[in-house]
């Protein structure tokens, strides 16, 4: 007897809960749906459901959106890069303490070489007579995990050696990837998975992609769109007659249930509530512009330069996203404020390399640069702003002394300015420090703090 397993999934919603009362209403009327039928129904999270970027994720440390994820009772979950670097270890082995969810990541462990207690290598789950293998990994971001007092190993590695044995015990082997689209094609083509749920890439595929007989499926970003995949399968012998696999635009086929208006405005009152604890007062408001000067860049700069022990700094003034206002300053103000999940980061350069840098920054395309990712949150770069460096002409100063060419310098500034795309010097240099799991908020907090 043929039978159809319906497996929705969601990925990368990054926070973006204006987008979920609808995909919520629409997974609970589908699975009605298709138990009514006597069809199978299966609901996947494929990570990065968590952005500290909201102000009701920051304020719960992502248990908020665990909470949601067991209203619309999702069957697993994998973990994204920003649940597994931008929480603090003790906030990640806490995050799914009350998750009535299996959570799937097959190469995080703890640096004994032991798993989390949270996380399993796979799990299985049963259609009828069918018997699912579900596993799932993670982004290979090695030293930040190790920063935070974990091990990961390399991901296809990992995902060959579960999909080897998981073949011998189970009739479908779907993958949880949160790796990129270039990586799920890789393990397409050097395993047997049947179904890769694709994510992290941030990619769409409106009717899937077969490659090597394994259905790639993916549904962007931000609730945007939500995945659809059904297997048509063989309930006596097991076999899969066909895979295909859509997604649904939010926004245009998904009905909007009768609260959404109220469910959306709770979500941004509720984050305003759990952040509303002062933490500092001012005597008088301290102002930000992106395209001049500007105080409150400039005070970022220097507790930059202080908490990281460095010889001098820059940041974008686009990183801050407004101004702090006299009165109290609250945990919710720092946090619209400075949303994003970017750390400090230090690197040593030769005053060769420093003074290359430094040119590059003084390019007139920055300050109207639209940019995203990276973990920035605002809209344009803005002009740099800088502590301790004085540029006259071609003379560069640094803490009131000339640049040495030779000298090595320790220079603090955003982790985003390492990862290639704006500063290949930075990029290049090995001797790089994270400070983490603190974000530029909780500098400035500090900073704030002994005005």
Known sequence: MEKTIHIYHTNDLHSHFENWPRIAHFLKKRRNIHKESGDYVFTFDIGDHVDRAHPLTEGTLGTFNVELLNDAKFDAAAIGN???????????????????FPVICANLFNKDGSRPDWALPYTFLKAGNVTIAVTSATAYYAPFYEQLDWSITHPIEELKKQITELKKRADIIIVLSHLGMYDDEK????????????????????????????LLAAAGKYGYFTGHVEININEETGVIRAKRARVYETNRTLEAPLDELVQQE?????????????????????????????????????????????????????????????????????????????????????????????????????????????????????????????????????????????????????????????????????????????????????KLLQL
């Open 82 to 100: 920003n649940e597994g670097i931008t929480l603090p270890k003790e906030a990640l082995n806490r995050l799914y303490e009350h998750a009535e």
């Open 266 to 446: 709770a979500f941004l009152a509720k984050g305003k509530e759990v952040l509303s604890l002062p933490v500092v007062h001012l005597e008088n408001s301290i102002e930000s512009d992106w395209f001049h000067s500007s105080p409150l860049p400039k005070l970022l700069a220097e507790a930059l330069t202080e908490w990281c022990d460095a010889d001098c700094s820059f940041i974008n003034s686009g990183v801050v996203l407004g101004n702090l206002p006299a009165g109290n300053v609250t945990k919710h103000d720092l946090h619209s404020l400075l949303p994003h999940p970017i750390n400090p980061c230090v690197i040593e350069l030769t005053g060769q390399e420093l003074i290359e840098v430094l040119r590059q920054t003084r390019d007139e395309k920055w300050p109207h640069l639209q940019i995203k990712g990276l973990g920035f949150r605002g809209k344009v770069m803005g002009r740099f702003v800088y502590d301790r460096i004085e540029m006259e002409g071609l003379k560069v100063f640094i803490d009131g002394k000339p640049l040495d060419m030779k000298k090595r310098y320790k220079l603090a500034t955003l982790d985003m300015f390492t990862y290639g795309h704006y500063f290949v010097e930075l990029h290049r240099a090995h001797a790089k420090k994270y400070f983490m799991p603190e974000f530029l908020r909780d500098v400035m907090e500090w």
């Open 187 to 214: 393990i397409a083509e050097e395993t047997d998975a049947d179904v890769i749920l694709g994510a992290h890439t941030h990619h769409v595929f409106h009717e899937g992609k077969e490659l090597n007989g394994t």
